[in-house]
């Protein structure tokens, strides 16, 4: 039975009203839909790249000419996802730009069927140079997928739209869109993601850019992000720290990326099961000196167990066997500004939520997030929020009172 639209965006906005975060998955199997639920996904959505990724194939094959999209999700997603998936909306990814489909009818049909809305993907977002102004030429363009999102409000179904940039989530916003999620490019991380995309910062500015159109529409939309440079949960948190994003979208994420790691994981331990003791012990020490796979998320994830301490990249590159220099150029080119810049921004960030929420005096707050010098700490503060520690308590107490 197809979920209310009026029920999926009052739930989610009450989520929001609550300060839950709003987390969708991208599935390509009942499995990974069935267990997304479970660990308490909001949304589930069925997009051709799922398919692929459960063919060993990165996500950019949804956008290639291998198989019918449509037709592709329809299939797996009413056999495999809609039967697994009964109390949360699944959404149809929509080629809009399928020329042997009536749109208006296909869209009926997809409701029919049991999905609860539907988002523009594959997208033309996605496709720029001497191909976009091919298909443009041909009249098919990125409009296709706004009039897609109008006709599926128009029928009352819960509409995502997946945008580039402002302009596109104004038309958006204009077609109805209950969901405007920032697509920050195909997915990095793991074994096949992408190696070329925005640092997080750029990001961060980009989505900001995309919620300042959402903000000003007097719509009040759901804000999410999408893909990019943003494949972990510290990337995640960054982007909620730094725009005003409330929730995210993933799919190789959830999917693809933990799927990459546990298999090669297990597949190792039972290759070794039987193995000589002394043997093991050889491995597990040879397992030491392996480079480390991603130097810049051991960064992120060192700062998110010891910000509160006295912090060191040189240290830090001591330990992970790598010059101060490679690691520093590495963090500055993924994340966009230097390790210092973002080490204070967590701080402060850390910082504000404890005001939010507790009485501590700003003394206490300073030395709890790393600055034992409350000099520095004030200082810090106002370069990063534009305002001193006492006015930011002031404004957060006076919005919960």
């Given amino acids: 039975m197809t979920i209310n639209r009026n029920r999926i965006v009052e739930h989610m906005h009450a989520q929001i009203h609550a300060n839950e975060y709003i987390i969708g998955v991208a599935a390509g199997a009942g499995i990974s839909a069935k267990y997304a639920v479970k660990g308490g996904a909001d949304l589930i959505l069925a997009l051709n790249s799922g398919r692929f990724r459960q063919m060993g194939l990165g996500s950019i094959a949804g956008l290639m ?34 020329p042997t489909i009536d749109l208006a009818s296909y ?16 997208t033309l977002g996605l496709i720029d140079g001497q191909f976009r102004e091919a298909l443009e030429e041909e009249g098919i363009s990125y409009l296709q997928e706004v009039e897609a999102i109008c006709v599926a409000h128009e029928q009352d179904m819960f509409t995502m739209a997946f945008v580039f940039n402002a ?21 990095a991380g793991g074994l096949m993601g992408t190696k070329k995309v925005l640092s997080l910062e750029t990001s961060a500015e980009l989505a900001r850019q995309i919620f300042a159109v959402c903000d000003a529409s007097g719509r009040s939309p759901i804000k999410l992000i999408y893909g990019g440079p943003v494949h972990t949960p510290i ?11 409330m929730g995210y979208v993933g799919g190789s994420s959830f999917e693809r990326i933990p799927t990459e790691e546990a298999i090669v994981d297990t597949t190792y331990r ?15 020490k040879l397992t030491l000196f392996d480079e480390p796979y991603d130097y810049v ?16 990249l040189t240290d830090l590159a001591d330990q992970i066997h790598v010059s101060r220099t490679h690691l520093s150029a590495l963090f500055n080119k993924e994340v966009g500004c230097t390790f210092p810049e973002y080490l204070a921004k967590y701080r402060i960030h850390k910082a504000q939520d404890v005001m939010r929420h507790t009485k501590l005096s700003l003394t206490s707050i300073a030395e709890l997030v790393g600055y034992p010098d409350y000099v520095h700490f004030s200082k810090t503060f106002k370069k990063y929020t534009g305002m001193t520690p006492q006015s930011f308590r002031k404004q957060a107490s006076d919005k919960y009172t």
Avoid: W
């Fill in 235 to 245: 990337d995640v948190q960054y982007m909620y720290d730094n725009t005003s994003a």
């Fill in 297 to 312: 998320a051991i960064v992120k994830e060192h700062i998110t167990q010891n910000y509160m301490n006295n912090i060191s």
């Fill in 270 to 284: 039972f290759k070794v099961t039987g193995e000589l003791e002394q043997d093991q012990q050889l491995m597990g």
């Fill in 167 to 187: 302009e596109q989530a104004a038309f958006m916003l204009d077609a109805g869109a209950d969901v405007i999620c920032a697509h920050l490019g195909v997915t």
């Fill in 107 to 122: 869209i009926e049909t997809i409701r029919g069927s049991g999905f609860a809305g539907i988002i523009n993907y594959p």
């Fill in 65 to 98: 000419p291998f198989a019918n999209s449509n037709e592709m999700v329809m299939e797996f997603g009413s056999r495999e996802i809609l039967s697994v998936v009964r109390d949360k909306p699944v959404v149809f990814g929509l080629c809009a730009t399928d």
